[in-house]
């Protein structure tokens, strides 16, 4: 299997090194990559948020598989280019990937497949949003609707800071989804989705404030740990159940099916799972902690998602270590 992996981060040099780990991959190839990847793979120099680009590369090299890193260059709808010109691609369509792309978009479908996740408001002006924040209280949770790198949200006691937030996404000409504040740690479960069955990885956490003591504002990610032992039990299973089985699920019944990550941010909250926000790829942080640990090859099980020949209840080999990463 010959496999081109687009984007340039540290996720994507994580995802390379479980590539080159499977015995059935013979060849990777990155794009654009970064310097560390190109100590490991060829690179190729192309932008890979065009979909042009990323299909004529991948003819070049007669991919079997493409897997698409970052967020950007799906929501372009690089994956549905590529799957036009007939490649295996792990990574959903522009259509699906709104599940990351809208906030909005994803409470909504959230509310059709009955999964648990805050209330909320989609504000388009300062009324609106100073209404919502009235109706919830501090701590106020002011997300960008749009894509934001996982820098787009602030939380704070702060109402002045909140409608500021608020006020420059507006200015923008965005719109926002102000949320009421979810207590308890939060998890990211990655779950690997064939547009039908899904299939859940080890659960991490990851942390995004910068300095010591979580003292500054959102990063994209600081680092992240994986395995949780104090989650309690049953946990993935019941994220499974109640939250990436039914969102799948919609996704289907609305005509775009979900292929690839469903990335699930969740809260353990003192009324128990909560949703908090979706994307719809790997994470970084936690995927460089999370395939470190995977012993099953990756290949072979992205490649399954792509052709939509995932077998649920699949056992996951897992080195039964922890893994820390630092950013």
Same mark, same amino acid.
């Given at each position: 299997?010959?496999?081109?992996?687009?984007?340039?981060?540290?996720?994507?040099?994580a995802i390379?090194?479980? +590539?080159?780990?499977?015995p059935?991959?013979?060849? =990777?190839?990155s $794009?654009?990559g970064n310097?560390?990847?190109?100590?490991?793979?060829?690179?190729?120099?192309?932008?890979?948020?065009d979909?042009?680009? $990323?299909?004529?590369?991948?003819?070049?090299?007669?991919?079997?598989?493409?897997?698409?890193?970052?967020e950007?260059?799906?929501?372009?709808?690089?994956s549905?280019?590529?799957r036009?010109?007939?490649?295996?691609? +792990?990574?959903?369509? !522009?259509?699906?990937?709104?599940?990351?792309?809208?906030?909005?978009?994803?409470?909504q479908?959230m509310?059709?497949a009955?999964?648990p996740?805050?209330?909320?408001?989609?504000?388009?002006?300062? !009324?609106?949003?100073?209404?919502a924040?009235?109706?919830?209280g501090?701590?106020?949770?002011?997300?960008?609707?749009?894509?934001? $790198? %996982?820098k787009?949200?602030?939380? /704070?006691?702060?109402?002045?800071?909140?409608?500021?937030?608020? @006020?420059?996404?507006?200015?923008?000409? *965005?719109?926002?989804?102000?949320?009421?504040? #979810?207590?308890?740690?939060?998890?990211?479960?990655? =779950?690997?989705?064939d547009?039908?069955?899904?299939?859940?990885?080890?659960?991490?956490?990851?942390?995004?404030?910068?300095?010591d003591?979580?003292?500054?504002?959102?990063t994209? *990610?600081? %680092?992240?740990?994986?395995?949780l032992p104090?989650l309690?039990?049953?946990?993935? @299973?019941?994220?499974?159940e109640k =939250?990436?089985?039914p969102?799948?699920?919609?996704?289907?019944?609305? %005509?775009?099916?979900?292929?690839g990550?469903? +990335?699930?941010? #969740?809260?353990? /909250?003192?009324r128990?799972?909560? =949703?908090i926000? +979706?994307?719809?790829?790997?994470?970084?942080p936690?995927t460089? $902690?999370v395939?470190?640990?995977?012993r099953?090859?990756?290949? @072979?099980?992205?490649?399954a998602?792509?052709?939509?020949?995932?077998s649920?209840?699949t056992?996951?080999?897992w080195?039964?270590?922890?893994?820390?990463?630092?950013v």
């Open positions: 299997m010959k496999v081109l992996v687009l984007g340039p981060g540290g996720r994507e040099h390379i090194r479980a +590539f080159l780990r499977d059935e991959v013979t060849e =990777v190839h $794009a654009p310097a560390g990847i190109a100590q490991d793979v060829p690179v190729h120099a192309i932008d890979a948020n979909p042009a680009q $990323a299909t004529a590369l991948a003819r070049e090299l007669n991919a079997d598989l493409v897997v698409i890193g970052p950007a260059p799906l929501v372009a709808g690089v549905d280019a590529l036009e010109a007939g490649f295996d691609v +792990f990574g959903p369509s !522009a259509a699906a990937a709104q599940l990351e792309g809208s906030k909005a978009f994803a409470k479908v509310e059709e009955s999964v996740t805050a209330r909320a408001y989609v504000a388009s002006n300062a !009324a609106e949003a100073q209404a924040l009235d109706e919830f501090a701590p106020y949770v002011v997300k960008d609707d749009g894509l934001a $790198a %996982g787009g949200v602030v939380v /704070t006691e702060d109402r002045t800071a909140a409608l500021e937030h608020a @006020q420059a996404c507006f200015n923008a000409g *965005g719109t926002v989804v102000i949320e009421e504040f #979810l207590d308890g740690p939060e998890v990211s479960l990655f =779950v690997i989705s547009g039908k069955n899904v299939l859940p990885l080890s659960p991490a956490q990851d942390f995004k404030r910068i300095f003591n979580d003292e500054g504002p959102n994209g *990610g600081m %680092g992240a740990y994986t395995p104090w309690p039990e049953g946990f993935v @299973q019941e994220v499974v =939250v990436a089985r969102t799948v699920a919609r996704m289907a019944e609305r %005509g775009t099916p979900f292929v990550v469903l +990335f699930c941010g #969740l809260a353990v /909250t003192s128990g799972v909560r =949703v926000e +979706f994307n719809a790829r790997f994470g970084d936690e460089q $902690a395939l470190a640990r995977l099953t090859p990756l290949g @072979q099980l992205l490649r998602a792509a052709r939509g020949e995932i649920e209840g056992e996951l080999d080195d039964p270590r922890t893994a820390v990463d630092v």
